[in-house]
């Protein structure tokens, strides 16, 4: 059931040395955070993400390229730092400059990264973004990132595939519930579009949309 759900979500690749060549520019979705006595950390998909951004943009670096990283998201947990900042302290020391790091820190869920990111995209020259999440938020972040017109490249960070397994498997249980929330938002994003309710400023106002 886990790999059914899961083969409608994850038709995306990671990006190779010559397609990062082809552009300039990521967008860079946040995937969470959490605390852990006194410290934030970001999540396990929050890592990988910031890993794969890192390697696209070591790779643009190694051949030459400037890369522009925008990261999108905001304090949704209320822990005193946005994902994107600590997202941003993360990637300096993985050897991502300063300078080339672009900040949106309001966000609170995969809508508002777009809706946001668009105010920041619509200041810059690039035609086109690569656009760095999980396989499995893949396809709702493009439907949402393309609902705002931002031009984007599917660029997954990891790609968690279910265990055949006779017995329920609390790993393929945790892929199901991701899976299913995926889907439902996609469903709810269209049904809203539909409704011409996305225009209020407080529908998506809640934190996980």
């Given amino acids: ?69 925008i990261i999108t998201g905001g304090d949704v947990r209320k822990y005193g730092i946005s994902e994107a900042q600590l997202y941003g302290q993360i990637l300096e020391t993985l050897g991502v400059n300063k300078d080339d790091l672009i900040f949106e820190k309001e966000s609170l869920n995969t809508y508002q990264n777009a809706k946001y990111t668009k105010e920041i995209v619509d200041k810059l020259p690039y035609k086109e973004y690569l656009l760095v999440t999980s396989a499995i938020h893949m396809k709702r972040a493009t439907i949402y990132f393309k609902n705002f017109d931002i031009p984007i490249i599917p660029a997954i960070s990891d790609n968690p595939q279910a265990i055949v397994s006779f017995i329920p498997n609390t790993y393929n249980l945790t892929l199901l519930n991701l899976a299913i929330h995926e889907n439902m938002s996609i469903i709810r994003l269209k049904l809203y579009n539909f409704l011409g309710i996305n225009s209020k400023e407080n529908v998506f106002s809640r934190a996980g949309q």
Wanted: overall charge positive.
């Fill in 1 to 69: 059931m886990s790999s059914y759900i899961l083969s409608g979500l994850e038709k995306y690749k990671a990006v190779d040395a010559h397609e990062v060549a082809s552009y300039r520019a990521l967008i860079l979705l946040g995937g969470g955070l959490e605390r852990q006595s006194s410290i934030v950390t970001p999540t396990i998909l929050g890592y990988s993400r910031i890993l794969e951004a890192a390697r696209i943009y070591q790779i643009a670096k190694n051949q030459g390229i400037n890369y522009k990283v």
